[in-house]
């Protein structure tokens, strides 16, 4: 039988962790913003303006930052495939082996290269 260890709490108690930490910030919520004295239609209008803030503004930066993030991870890329290129060369004893190929992906003269340069 293998029993878990005294530190690590079971699912069942991480979920009844976040349901009250979910429970403290709607009262937080509902404190800051006197919710509290709406009517329920007046929630459920206020609930839902919250919730499409949320979401509007969640799909407009997601939209938007996308091609930044896309090119960060793209230039992120074409440096660690230069390493990786000087990694090789390196290993191989060719110092003075050009680092970009001359005519596509079949030009390298190892697998590695070969992935290097496909990334950029």
Not at 46 to 68: E, G, H, N, R
Not at 101 to 117: K, N, Q, R, T
Request: one cysteine or more; glycine letters at 2%.
């Amino acid at each position: 039988m293998s029993q878990q260890p005294k530190d690590s709490p079971s699912l069942s108690q991480k979920l009844e962790a976040f349901r009250r930490w979910a429970k403290l910030k709607q009262y937080q919520i509902e404190v800051t913003y006197a919710v509290n004295i709406y009517t329920p239609l007046e929630k459920v209008f206020f609930y839902l303006l919250v919730s499409t803030i949320f979401t509007l503004s969640s799909a407009f930066f997601a939209l938007y930052f996308a091609p930044q993030i896309l090119a960060i991870v793209w230039h992120t890329c074409c440096i660690l495939s230069h390493d990786l290129l000087q990694v090789a060369t390196h290993i191989r004893g060719a110092d003075k082996m050009a680092l970009a190929p001359s005519s596509g992906p079949d030009a390298c003269s190892s697998p590695l290269e070969s992935f290097a340069m496909s990334i950029c």
